[in-house]
C-alpha cells in the first residue's frame, strides 16, 4: 500500500519518497526489486547523512530511503536516536511534496516516535479480529501519548466492500465510545491476486 501511495504520487507529478520505518523487518527494497548500496543501517552507524540515503526507485519516478532487510539491527534504537531520526525526516520532507512513511506494525517506541512527524496518520487493517484490536490499541496509545493529527483508516484485503464498511464500522464504534474520536475511511482496498503477483515479481503493482 505504501510503495503504491509513492508510485501513485510519483504519476501525478509530485516529488515523493518512501521511508521505509519498519526499522525490525524492513522489506521495502525487497519488494520493489532494489539493491540499494546506501540505507538506515550506515544513517544509525554514524557514516551517512539521512538525506544522503535515498536512492531513486526509477521504474516508480520515486525516491527510497530503505532499511537495514534482513538483519534486525535497527530494532530497538534508543529513543535519543529515534528523535534524532525524527528530525532528520522533516528536513528530509522539505525537498518533497509527499512523503510515505511506512512504519511497522505493533506499538514499539520507533512506531510511535515516527508516526509523531506524520500530518496524517493512516491505520490499515483487515477483518481479522486481531488486526482490528491492533489498529485500536494503536489509536488509543496514540491518543494517550498526546500525538496529534487526524486518523483516517484503510481497510485492506477486503473480500467485498461490504465487509469492507463493516470492518471500519467496528473500529469506528470502538473509537467513539472509549476514546471519543470519530476516525474517517479514507478507502477499501479489494483482495487482488495481482498484488500477491506483483510481490513476487518485485515491482510495483502499478507498473
Known amino acids: 500500500l505504501a510503495s503504491t501511495l509513492a508510485h501513485a504520487r510519483a504519476r501525478s507529478g509530485a516529488r515523493a519518497l518512501l521511508f521505509d520505518g519498519d526499522l525490525g523487518l524492513a522489506n521495502v527494497d525487497v ?44 530494532a530497538n534504537q534508543p529513543r535519543e536516536l529515534l528523535r534524532a531520526l525524527s528530525d532528520g525526516l522533516r528536513g528530509v520532507a522539505a525537498r518533497y511534496d509527499h512523503v510515505i512513511l511506512d512504519l511497522g506494525a505493533g506499538l514499539d517506541r520507533a ?23 491492533d489498529a485500536y490499541a494503536f489509536i488509543k496509545v ?42 474517517s475511511l479514507l478507502g477499501i482496498v479489494r483482495q487482488d491476486a495481482k498484488v500477491r503477483e506483483s510481490i513476487r515479481n518485485q515491482m510495483s503493482i502499478l507498473s
Open 31 to 74: 519488494q520493489l526489486g532494489l539493491m540499494p548500496a546506501r540505507d538506515l543501517g550506515g544513517v544509525f552507524g554514524g557514516s551517512l547523512a539521512l538525506e544522503d540515503a535515498a536512492v531513486p526507485y526509477a521504474a516508480g519516478g520515486f525516491d527510497v530511503i530503505a532499511g537495514h532487510s534482513g538483519s534486525g539491527v535497527l
Open 111 to 133: 512506531v510511535l516516535q515516527l508516526s509523531r512527524v506524520a500530518d496524517t496518520c493512516i491505520v490499515v487493517l483487515t477483518n481479522e479480529p486481531t488486526s482490528l484490536t
Open 142 to 183: 496514540r491518543q494517550r501519548e498526546g500525538i496529534g493529527g487526524p486518523v483516517s483508516a484503510v481497510v485492506n484485503m477486503a473480500a467485498t466492500t461490504r465487509e469492507g464498511q463493516m470492518t471500519f464500522k467496528a473500529l469506528k464504534r470502538s473509537c467513539e465510545s472509549f476514546l471519543k474520536l470519530s476516525p
